[in-house]
């Protein structure tokens, strides 16, 4: 899997079986900056979008970001659109419930999550990312191995979003972990479940980018 910077000219491609859909979770909040980072002067842009419309109506900002996700992945997997779902400026619950209702629809096929995190805190040494509260008057942290067991396996999940490789490096330490106690075990089955996958970030854990594959 080979993924750009998300962009007007980004591009990736993904070797699968077949991938059904995924869950498309946009963190932006448009009208605020997040607290570690500055989004980027002049007129920044998150997938060709501009953001400064957010100064406006956040909701639009927001719309037209998951939009323009959902189109481009519709076209590059030839999935149906129904198979992508949006889950804009989300509370953890949000995802978790969308993540679960489309595994169960996608059965043993692979199964997508874009998180694209803008408009919170970059993810934390812990690789923690970050969603809202149902006010938007706070941030809420949720480990990034708790949203790789909602989306469950196969998976990919692909981090756009400041520091990247903090919730790339979670998870591959996670992996890690389970592959020891399977072989500890002589557990050949979970020793076959462990490995299957990969792990690749472009960037470092103090950069941005990518993304986490099993």
């Not at 400026?89 to 694209?116: F, I, M, N, W």
Request: proline content about 5%.
């Amino acid at each position: 899997v080979a993924m750009n910077s998300a962009g007007p000219g980004c591009s990736f491609r993904s070797k699968s079986s077949r991938t059904y859909g995924g869950v498309l979770a946009v963190c932006l909040n448009a009208e605020v900056e997040p607290p570690d980072h500055l989004r980027g002067a002049g007129n920044p842009t998150v997938c060709g979008i501009s953001l400064q419309g957010g100064r406006g109506d956040a909701r639009k900002v927001v719309a037209a970001v998951g939009a323009e996700l959902k189109e481009r992945f519709v076209q590059l997997h030839g999935a149906r659109a129904s198979a992508y779902r949006q889950s804009l400026d989300p509370t953890a619950e949000q995802v978790q419930r969308a993540c679960r209702k489309l595994r169960r629809d996608a059965g043993d096929d692979l199964l997508l999550l874009h998180y694209s995190g803008h408009g919170v805190p970059a993810p934390s040494a812990l690789g923690e990312l970050w969603f809202f509260n149902e006010g938007y008057t706070e941030y809420v942290p949720t480990r990034a191995v708790e949203v790789a067991a909602w989306l469950g396996a196969p998976r990919l999940m692909i981090f756009d979003c400041p520091c990247a490789g903090r919730a790339v490096d979670s998870l591959a330490s996670q992996r890690r972990i389970v592959q020891q106690q399977a072989v500890a075990q002589h557990d050949s089955h979970e020793r076959h479940g462990a490995g299957d996958g990969f792990l690749r970030a472009t960037l470092g854990a103090e950069h941005a980018a990518f993304l986490h594959s099993s």
